[in-house]
């Protein structure tokens, strides 16, 4: 018989059990469908990850006060200075940040206003897409001059040709000397909704004194950041003047490394989450099997003809394993879609779109189409060997 | 005897029931010879059963020789057997056994299946089968959609459709009334006349009446 024949007769088969079929299949939809959806996000959230730490700017330590954004900062300017006088330093970068009503003619925005000097495109990896950034000039004379993250032009209604436009920071008059290329990260703070401005403007106008709240460091090797990261806490401690015992009042905070970390376990707990959803594939399987068997018991007579009429034992096993891939299979499809439907929904609203994986879906069909034999063969051969006079008798 | 359909040359079957073994059937011959219409006829228990699971090649003698057609059954394996049925020998049994859920011509057209037939022809042949019998109505309809004397016409369509040699009938009118019974019979007559072979197989000495020639058995033995 032709794969064909059997095929037909196996869903003229499902078509008059359709209840049975659809309630069959729904163990092995439910299997796939969480293997696909699940492995999609947790594919999702390694991307995510993966795609912010090249944002971030490679190898990047950030330096921060102990007690998060609340306490008062000891990090101050000189310091800046000193550590970048530390060997195999790329750049360093301090910032001061302060969220403040930004506007421009009749639009207007609350954003955060960051102080800072002209390393900070370098060490924070962004890039220049209209006008200039801060220069030394302008940081060394605390002129009120801009730039703007990409999301904050856009939300102001500026573009390429208001370079040297005056907007309002805090109520006092900027002009806009450039704006930035978007990032376009994303998570829970967007990089590019931010105002630059160099970082004396803002002690002297907003905020007052001359700490700064987080210092950006590019160590130029990426070897050198742990020998790096050890040098800064050493040189600041001395700095501080911090006793031996006492705890640094400052973090020195390898994020790259953190991220990394984080995209590693992200990656694990993707394959254990697919791991465990195949677990309830395998349920479905069994599922088939239980169906399958009650259904060889249930057609002995059936097969008895068959056998009586011609059939040969392989005959009966062929359609008997049909049967049960056909379930499978179709089960593993829907399963695939409905997965790709979760996942797609899940990445939308986490924001990192659909992650599509043909290997996920390749994998789903195999797995389907192996818990189908696997599940189907004993049924199947149970009803290729029964005895065509005895079952020609069953009742 | 040369020519013989059917030729069983001292047949014995015995089941093996653990302890001691029955026999079924003891040293049986018979020779059946084409275009016959033969009746095997006994009281339950004669061995009627044996003889028909043996005849149709759904088991195998314990000794003895029998050769459908010419060829030896003895040493075909499971596949040859059904090999054999499916060419030589078209069944028509008491309980109709039709395929449930399953129209009248996918019925008569599945020994075709497991034969390798293509779908058309299948179809073709069979809804000629089933015209031929007077059900060129009810290709549609479901094994309970159809009453027994209309099951029993299409489970005898089924038996025609591959042409085969011989006709297995056992006990054909065992479930039906005296008129549906009645029909048929006429029908097998009638098969008979356009030259098959027919084995009928029955515990009733009227329907046994009707055929060519009569086989009495009796404690698996051929008495008449």
Known sequence: MSLLELLRLSLSRLRTHRLRAALTMLGVIIGVASVVALVGVGQGTTSNITSRLAGLGTNLLTISPTGGGGGTSTLTLDDVAAIGKLPAIGGVAPEISSNMTVSAGTKNTTTTVVGTTPAYPMVRAYDIWQGSFLTDPSVDHDLRVAVLGATTASTLGLGESDIGTQISVGGLPFRVIGILQAKGGTGFQDPDDQVLVPIGTVEKYFVGGDTVRTIGVTVSEADQMTATSTAITALLRDRHDLAATTASDFNVFNQTQLLAAASSISATLTLLLGGIASISLIVGGIGIMNIMLVSVRERTREIGIRKAIGARGRDILAQFLVEALTLSLLGGLIGIVLGLVVSAGIGQLAGWGFVFNPITIVAAVLFSLAVGVIFGVWPARQAARLDPITALRYE | ?224
């Open chain 2, 1 to 224: 005897m040369d020519g013989a359909i059917i030729s069983l040359e001292h047949v014995s079957r015995t089941y093996d029931m653990g302890r001691m073994e029955v026999p079924a059937l003891a040293d049986v011959s018979l020779q059946v010879m084409p275009g016959e219409f033969v009746a095997i006829v006994g009281p339950s228990g004669s061995g009627k059963t044996t003889m028909m699971n043996i005849l149709g090649c759904l088991d195998r003698p314990t000794s003895g020789d029998y050769r459908l057609a010419g060829s030896p059954v003895a040493d075909l394996d499971d596949d040859g057997l059904a090999k054999l049925r499916s060419r030589s020998i078209g069944f028509v049994f008491q309980s109709y056994n039709l395929l449930p859920r399953t129209t009248a011509l996918d019925n008569v057209a599945t020994p075709l299946l497991y034969q390798g037939v293509s779908r058309g022809e299948r179809a073709t042949r069979a809804k000629a089968a089933l015209e031929r019998l007077g059900m060129g109505d009810r290709l549609d309809h479901e094994p309970t959609e159809l009453s027994g004397g209309q099951q029993q016409r299409v489970a005898v369509a089924r038996a025609l459709v591959t042409e085969p040699a011989l006709i297995l009938a056992d006990e054909p009118t065992g479930n039906l009334d005296s008129r549906s019974g009645a029909d048929v019979m006429a029908l097998l007559h009638e098969l008979n006349a356009s030259g098959r072979t027919i084995v009928l197989i029955t515990h009733d000495p009227e329907i046994a009446a009707t055929a060519g020639r009569q086989v009495h058995l009796r404690d698996g033995r051929i008495v008449a």
